[in-house]
């Protein structure tokens, strides 16, 4: 029996109100063979929380009336300490911004006029030092 | 006893590094402090290991800070890493993110925030050292 291709695929959480985006975010991801959770509102995030581990989260900063996507991330940063926690944000982070990113313990902020596949591709790129679900560095 | 959290305090205004230190003294902490970036650079690479590092960014030199902070993110276990500064900018907030510096407070210090935040983020670390 291999032991190659033994390590489990990696699960993102993609918090976002707009149909569209999140359903780019779950194709970008899915191709480069992440499980994709995805939710469109807090409440949903939240239950979804408690119910997966999560290696990548990508977070709105503006989840509309479904919440401030801000404090979503510090407890993703809380439950899940080694996760990629990206936050997507309109224009060019000010230093506000990156002072919520920090505090709430984010990992990059992306502009959210981005195509979806370019986020998720530098996401990859960028956690690819992370672990995976089991607990399992894969540096 | 419960264990004491240790602290380094680097600020090269020896009246806010002292006040820092009267008022985590009072919480509890152990707490050293430095009054530049090379001081705190000797400290933390000759054997200091702290619970958290508070540093301000402007000292010798503008966002010399940010020195300190990578070399405190260096050590394991690594301490919570705060940098603290009036002089905040998209440039040098970014290097503060893309170094993991845990907390990033503007002058003047809203002591109400920073205390209970540090007091969490080291019970946390806690929790996680347990957990392993």
């Known amino acids: 029996m291999s032991a190659r291709n033994s390590t489990p695929p990696k699960t993102a959480l993609v918090v976002v109100s707009d149909l569209e985006a999140l359903t780019g975010f779950q194709s970008a991801l899915t191709s480069r063979g992440y499980v994709a959770i995805i939710a469109r509102d807090l409440p949903t995030a939240l239950l979804a929380i408690t119910q997966h581990y999560f290696d990548v989260a990508i977070v709105c900063s503006r989840l509309g009336e479904g919440g401030d996507g801000w404090p979503l991330a510090g407890v993703l940063h809380l439950v899940f300490p080694r996760a990629f926690i990206a936050v997507l944000s309109p224009g060019d982070p000010d230093v506000v911004t990156f002072q919520a990113a920090i505090n709430n313990g984010v990992s990059e902020i992306y502009d959210q006029s981005r195509r979806p596949a370019d986020i998720v591709g530098a996401i990859a790129a960028q956690s690819s030092g992370g672990t995976t679900s089991s607990g399992e560095t894969v540096q | ?132």
């Open chain 2, 1 to 132: 006893m419960a264990h004491k959290p240790s602290l380094l305090i680097v600020d090269d205004e020896v009246s806010v590094a002292r006040t820092l230190q009267m008022v985590f003294e009072q919480e509890g902490y152990k707490v050293a402090s430095a009054h530049s970036c090379a001081e705190a650079l000797h400290l933390l690479n000759n054997g200091g290991r702290y619970d958290a590092v508070i540093t301000d960014l402007n000292m010798e030199q503008p966002d010399i800070g940010l020195d300190v902070a990578r070399a405190a993110g260096g050590l394991k276990p690594k301490p919570v890493v705060v940098v603290c500064t009036g002089y905040a900018s998209s440039d040098n907030s970014r290097k503060a993110l893309e170094l993991r510096v845990d907390y990033l407070a503007t002058k003047p210090v809203d002591l109400k925030e920073l205390v209970p935040a540090l007091n969490r983020m080291i019970a946390h670390r806690q929790d996680l050292k347990v957990w392993k």
